[in-house]
Structures are given as structure tokens and as C-alpha cells.
């Protein structure tokens, strides 16, 4: 949803503005946006692949951890799943 956006905006206002106005001004919301999320899923996923290499009693508690951690995720960026 982000990627298509970013890559709307860039082509419907490269032309007005010029690349360089869009990438830096016009589109850099969008941008950022796209690599916290990106960087939020690397995290979870990397923490998913860590559950493996711990003991049954850390195991549990990570599990936690990290669900509220996606959890959170969610919920700071709940208006763009009401959409």
C-alpha cells in the first residue's frame, strides 16, 4: 500500500516539480513510512527466528514480548488498516 503510493506520487509529480523536489519534499512522508515499516517487519521477523534458539521458559516470555511489540505496531498505525 505504502510502495504503491510512493511510486504514485513520484510519477504524477515529477513532471510539475522535477525529481528532485520529489523525492526530497513531495514524497518523503511516504518514504520514511515505507522504511519504518519495512524496518518493523525485519525486526519481527528476525525475533520470530531468535524463538528457536531459546529454552522453553524464555521462549514463553519472548513470545509475549514480541507479540506486543506487533501488536504495537498495529495499533500506532491503526488508522491506515481502517482505510
Request: glycine share 4%.
Amino acid at each position: 500500500m505504502l510502495f504503491e503510493q510512493l511510486t504514485a506520487d513520484i510519477k504524477s509529480k515529477t513532471p510539475k516539480v522535477g525529481a528532485y523536489n520529489v523525492l526530497m519534499r513531495e514524497t518523503s512522508e511516504v518514504m520514511q513510512a515505507l522504511a519504518l515499516a519495512y524496518g518493523e517487519r525485519q525486526t519481527y521477523e528476525y525475533c520470530l527466528e531468535q524463538l528457536s534458539h531459546m529454552s522453553n521458559g524464555n521462549r514463553d516470555v519472548m513470545l509475549k514480548v514480541f507479540t506486543l511489540y506487533a501488536a504495537d505496531c498495529v495499533y500506532r498505525d491503526l488508522g491506515e488498516y481502517m482505510i
